[in-house]
């Protein structure tokens, strides 16, 4: 269905606000106009933050019928020079500019919703207990597939095996994602569906696939595969149905703009899912912004080499860069570390992408003009990174301000972190991943290696810029959380007191740009979205109260009456 623009009283007593008596009631959004007449909306509330250093704060919003700010400053002001606009009044709540998530996923949002929910379960018990749950709601011919174990959640933080899995289902195939998506789990029946499609190969042995680790007791394959050789079990599954595809992405687009998300830069994009989210564009059911990153080195970067950057002409979606990986994740053991790892002697972690292939793609995005950013989770796999940029960005035919992007950048040597300064490098950084790490991240790393981890304050006074994200659905897709976690680096206990590593707080201020004009600046979209000044679009959340005034520790408990992206409401609350 396209989105359409309802009278202006019903949205505002849909959003809890109030409408002025001279509303003008419109079925359509307006149309663009030179005047100030019926196409142009105003928007009065007690406080609005526009992160433009000129003029920082406000109390009213005026854009055109084409959702562009025209005008931004005081309601008297506003009022007198835009007598016949349509007026929505947002009472005593809070205006910023749009939420940007830097670093997510949208499509694996998507099937982790219409999946089993593991996120947060205490133990392998109750993890089957919720599968038998799910199941009993599933097909009965279709996998059992699940999201979000973590066994450094559970009483034995070691990988599980399939044993715990077989005594509920010992017919039926179970595959249980980890929370990073950097490690499958699965049961006797998943694992003999992947020797099946493979053939001759058995998964026993001592062999390892390229950029992944079979976890083997001796020559045994346990049930848990890390990175690359998930793809060993995932092949032997069914491709979701085109519906099953399109149904995920409506539910991860709805779920991000109740969380007052107006974009997203989505870390991984096929051709094909880049084609599922230019429908919905066409079809107007785009209700927030998409910047896609290709998928690696695979059809879709081809496709931006032989055809041109990507852009929608509605605006709202747009492929220019490219997602690559260097490693794998810390919580699963395949973050690439330069030295062992302190909880397991011997490991060092595993490159995802061989270099000398990542360094092969990094040229030849580099030569079709599109921006790069590289998943690096260990100071091993950040400092490939860095070589590699280096190496390239130095080269010929490098266009100018790359803007290129280290994704994560979350254990870095100390003395690497200048050089994202040096080559002018953005840092996309989760401020959640170090709450949810914290609890076990020095027994991996030991206490030495923590001087260069989740280090954002590091970054910011160096003046790299800082692009804030969730990496959703490894977290959660509420942004609120992130805000949260950036300035108090607890969990939502408030323990540790204090903070946990507190020198790396951002200031609530410091966070919101990070998840606004940041992730723009990252994007190249600087020039459209992430402030609130005239000429840039007009998308925006309505917060019950000011995120800049209230406590830290209520950040997370922020609500969201309402988002806007070109001036139209996207999600009211109830």
Partial sequence: MRLRAAPVLLLAMAAGFTASASTTQAQEPAKASTSAGDATTLLTAARIHTLDARQPQ??????????????????????????????????????????????????????????????????????????????????????????????????DTAFPTTAQLDAAFPDRPAWLVRVDGHAGWGNSAALRAAEARQGARKLDGDWQPDGGRIVRDGTRATGVFVDEAMRLVERAMLAPSDAYREEALSRALAAA?????????????TRADLALMRRFADEGRLPLRIDAYADGDSGALADLCEHGLYRHDRGRLQMTGVKLYIDGALGSRGAALLADYSDEPGNRGLFVTDPAAFG????????????????????????????????????????????????????????????????RLVASMQPTHATSDMPWAEARLGHDRLEGAYAWRRYLDLGVPLALGSDFPVESVDPRLGLFAAATRTDREGHPPGGWLPGQKLSAAEALRGFTAGAAYAGHDEGEVGRLVPGLRADFVILDRDPLAIPAADLDDLQVKSTWVDGQPVHTAD
């Fill in 58 to 155: 406000a109390t009213a919003i005026a854009w055109d019928g084409q959702g562009r700010i025209i005008a931004v400053g005081s309601t008297a002001e506003l009022r007198k020079r835009y007598p016949a606009a349509r007026r929505v009044d947002a009472g005593k709540a809070t205006v910023v500019p749009g939420l940007i998530d830097a670093h997510a996923h949208l499509m694996e949002l998507g099937y982790a919703l219409l999946r089993a929910d593991l996120t947060g379960a205490a133990s392998q018990e109750e993890i089957v207990r919720r599968l038998q749950e799910f199941a009993e709601t599933a097909p009965a011919d279709a996998w059992i597939q699940g999201w979000g174990w973590d066994q450094n959640r559970w009483p």
């Fill in 257 to 269: 703009v109740r969380n007052g998300l107006t974009g997203v830069h989505d870390m991984g994009v």
């Fill in 360 to 423: 092969a793609a990094v040229i030849k995005a580099r030569d079709c003009g599109v921006q790069v950013a590289t998943h690096a989770i260990g100071d091993r796999g950040n400092r490939v990174v860095l070589d590699t940029y280096e190496y390239a960005l130095g080269g010929q035919g490098v266009r100018p301000d790359p803007r290129w992007r280290v994704e994560h950048a979350q254990v870095v040597a100390p003395e690497d972190i200048p050089r994202f300064a040096q080559l």
